[in-house]
């Protein structure tokens, strides 16, 4: 007897009531199963995650988020994954598409999903913020992540192929929601930068207090055109060059 292949919906959360309604009702009908690794949350994600699924397992809150999200891509049992962030929804367009492509018996395992980022008002098209690939639907069994860095990509056994509609992405609604996001992953950057072996010295403070800066915001702001996205993008190059130096002062408070 033919049956359909079926979809786990996966999520690591932490602190995320005001987003993780909307994402969870985005793919209600669309999962077979939805699973859910909080990081000891100390609002009301937990509360809210039940009333959704009972899968919910509360665990402690490491420093590279990666390594929650991968417990719940762990825990998945169906044949599909769909991993997804408490701050992204799922389009009508998009659960069309991953209804269509999980029946497909094609050779990919796993597909890259285009995002749209929500930056204070405005969905930024430019500063090479679209189509912000992302892997996040793969076979089960075929995708993990390396939980190393902060920025990393599931590492797909096999061949990866693209959506066409893209996830929703509500990064950052206010400067507030952007600063307390660019705290944690400067925090990071500054643990890579140690457990890479970068040596405190003129050349380092120089490469990432003028140069990476000045190099980021001239890449977004003119080669990739973020001037087309209005402030938003001048803000969001500005910020995103901004940010290596920020990562390199607190680098150096750690040696």
């Given at each position: 007897m033919n049956t359909s292949p079926?979809?786990?919906?996966?999520?690591?959360?932490?602190?995320?009531?005001?987003?993780?309604?909307?994402?969870l009702?985005?793919?209600?009908?669309?999962?077979?199963?939805?699973?859910?690794?909080?990081?000891?949350?100390?609002?009301?994600?937990?509360?809210?995650?039940?009333?959704?699924?009972?899968?919910?397992?509360?665990?402690?809150?490491?420093?590279?988020?990666?390594?929650?999200?991968?417990?719940?891509?762990?825990?998945?049992?169906?044949?599909?994954?769909?991993?997804?962030?408490a701050d992204e929804r799922v389009s009508d367009e998009l659960k069309k598409e991953i209804l269509k492509i999980r029946s497909l018996r094609d050779d990919y395992n796993g597909y890259f999903i285009p995002r749209k980022n929500l930056f204070l008002g405005r969905y930024l098209t430019k500063g090479g913020q679209y189509p912000d690939g992302v892997i996040r639907l793969f076979r089960?069994?075929?995708?993990?992540?390396?939980?190393?860095?902060?920025?990393?990509?599931?590492?797909v056994n096999g061949s990866v192929g693209w959506l066409k509609n893209?996830?929703?992405?509500?990064?950052?609604?206010?400067?507030?929601?952007?600063?307390?996001?660019?705290?944690?992953?400067t925090k990071l950057e500054a643990m890579e930068m140690k457990q890479k072996g970068v040596s405190p010295s003129i050349g380092s403070w120089l490469f990432y207090t003028l140069w990476k800066p000045l190099t980021t915001f001239l890449s977004l702001y003119?080669?990739?055109?973020?001037?087309?996205?209005?402030?938003?993008?001048?803000?969001?190059?500005?910020?995103?060059?901004?940010?290596?130096?920020?990562?390199?002062r607190k680098f150096l408070r750690q040696v």
């Open positions: 079926t979809l786990s919906v996966v999520l690591a959360t932490y602190n995320e009531e005001k987003n993780l309604p909307a994402c009702e985005s793919v209600k009908d669309l999962a077979d199963e939805i699973i859910i690794v909080d990081g000891s949350s100390t609002d009301r994600t937990v509360e809210i995650a039940k009333q959704f699924t009972s899968n919910v397992t509360t665990t402690d809150n490491p420093p590279i988020f990666h390594i929650n999200k991968q417990k719940a891509i762990d825990k998945a049992t169906k044949d599909w994954v769909l991993q997804l962030d089960k069994g075929k995708g993990r992540l390396p939980c190393k860095s902060v920025h990393e990509q599931v590492v893209p996830l929703i992405h509500q990064a950052y609604p206010t400067f507030q929601d952007y600063l307390r996001r660019q705290e944690t992953y003119i080669r990739h055109k973020g001037f087309l996205d209005s402030w938003q993008g001048f803000v969001f190059a500005l910020f995103s060059g901004i940010h290596f130096a920020k990562a390199y």
